[in-house]
């Protein structure tokens, strides 16, 4: 079976370049949430998600003041 690659010779290169500059940097995580929101900032989201995402929650109402702010009149 021969073996097709869906990649030009650059894009290749850059994948490569990325995976190497990856593998270079590695950070030790205190927390899985510090983890999650590392890589958060690092992903992209796709186009479609997004806006699924701001359609569905379009409908949550937003949550009421804290105590503290009505507390003291903030």
């Not at 990649?7 to 270079?24: G, T, V």
């Not at 983890?35 to 900032?41: C, F, G, P, V, W």
Request: charged letters at 25%.
């Amino acid at each position: 079976m021969k073996h097709h690659n869906k990649f030009s010779p650059k894009q290749q290169q850059e994948n490569a370049s990325e995976l190497q500059a990856a593998q270079n940097t590695a950070r030790e995580f205190s927390t899985a949430e510090e983890l999650l929101r590392h890589d958060a900032s690092r992903t992209a989201v796709p186009p479609g998600i997004a806006q699924r995402l701001q359609k569905s929650s379009a409908d949550i109402p937003k949550p009421g003041r804290s105590f503290w702010q009505r507390l003291f009149g903030q």
